[in-house]
C-alpha cells in the first residue's frame, strides 16, 4: 500500500471485506471443539493464509486468529513427537487443557501459536480509515466485527483489488492525488 496515494472513497469496511454474500461463509476455528483430523481437513479444502478463532460457531465470538502455516507445523510436529496424538485429538486453544474422558486421547493445546489480539475494526469503519490503519500498522489483514460478532476478514490485497477498482470507476478521484 503505497502511502503517497490518497484514498479518497466513501466506501466502509463492509463493502470490501470477505466474505460476499454469494461467497461461502467465513472458515473460522473454533478454540475447543475441533479435532486434529478436522484441523488438517480445513488446511487442506482451502489456501487461507490464517483463520480466526472463535468461541463456537453459533456465539462468533472472535478469541484470536491462528496463522495457516503455524498450523501446518504444529500439527505436523504433535503427530510426530508428542505422545498420543491422532486424528481424532481435541485441538484447543484455551488456556487450561480440560481432563479427557477415561480412554480418549490426549487433547493438544495450540494456544501458543494464537495471536490474542488480532487487529478488528467494525463493519462502518470508513476504507479511508482502515487504508491508514493498514499502512500504520503494516497490517497483512484485519478482521471485521458487528456487535462483538465476527462478520469476516480483509487482506490487504482485498484492499489493492478495491483501490484498483474504485480509481477505475471514478477517474474523477485521480484530480485530488
Ligand atoms: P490474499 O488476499 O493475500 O490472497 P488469503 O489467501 O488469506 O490472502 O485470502 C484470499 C481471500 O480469501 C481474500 O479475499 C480474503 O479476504 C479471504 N479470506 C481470508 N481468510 C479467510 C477465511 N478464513 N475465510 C474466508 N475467507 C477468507
Known amino acids: 500500500l503505497e502511502p503517497k ?15 460476499r454474500r454469494s461467497d461461502p461463509p467465513l472458515s473460522v476455528v ?5 479435532t486434529v483430523e478436522e484441523l488438517e481437513g480445513l488446511i487442506s479444502d482451502t489456501s487461507y493464509s490464517g483463520f480466526p478463532v472463535v468461541v ?5 465470538r472472535l478469541v484470536g486468529f491462528v496463522l495457516r502455516r503455524d498450523l501446518v507445523i504444529s500439527i505436523d510436529n504433535a503427530r510426530r513427537c508428542q505422545e498420543g496424538i491422532v486424528g481424532v485429538s481435541r485441538v484447543i486453544f484455551t488456556e487450561h487443557t480440560p ?10 493445546n ?5 495471536d490474542l ?12 480509515i482502515t487504508v491508514d490503519i493498514f499502512r500504520k500498522l503494516g ?17 490487504k490485497k482485498d484492499i489493492l483489488k478495491h483501490m484498483a477498482q474504485m480509481a477505475n470507476r471514478d477517474p474523477d478521484s485521480i484530480l485530488f492525488n
Open 139 to 155: 497490517l497483512r489483514q484485519c478482521l471485521v466485527t458487528q456487535n462483538g460478532r465476527l462478520l469476516g476478514i480483509i487482506t
Open 117 to 128: 489480539s488480532p487487529l478488528a475494526i467494525t463493519d462502518h469503519t470508513p476504507m479511508e
Open 99 to 108: 481432563v479427557e474422558a477415561q480412554g480418549a486421547p490426549p487433547p493438544l
Open 30 to 34: 473454533t478454540q475447543d471443539g475441533m
Open 5 to 19: 496515494e490518497e484514498f479518497v472513497h466513501k466506501t466502509l469496511a463492509t463493502d470490501v471485506m470477505r466474505p
Open 110 to 114: 495450540l494456544r501458543a501459536i494464537l
Open 56 to 60: 463456537s460457531p453459533e456465539s462468533h
